[in-house]
């Protein structure tokens, strides 16, 4: 399976995506990089937050047709 882009692509699930998982994922990835022993980073939420990234940056906007996103 490929993803093609194109330059009329879903941009509006991508960007969803990509803020969604960014909003998610900072709080436990500053669990991660701080100094503080007592705050452990929850990887449950932040596998969860990739997941999101991923699924949204893949997914088609609804008001992009078949034909300008190129699928078959």
């Known amino acids: 399976m490929t993803i093609q882009t194109t330059e009329a ?3 509006r699930t991508t960007v969803a995506g990509v803020v969604s998982a960014l909003v ?3 709080p436990q ?3 991660l990089i701080d100094e503080n022993p007592a705050t452990v ?3 449950s939420i932040l596998i969860g937050a ?5 699924g949204l940056g893949a ?3 609804n008001r ?3 034909e300008r996103a190129g699928a078959e």
Request: net charge negative; proline share 0%.
């Open 24 to 26: 998610i994922a900072a």
């Open 50 to 54: 990739v997941i999101v990234g991923l």
């Open 29 to 31: 990835i500053l669990h």
């Open 41 to 43: 980073c929850d990887w």
């Open 9 to 11: 692509g879903s941009w």
């Open 64 to 66: 992009v047709t078949s």
């Open 59 to 61: 997914a088609r906007d």
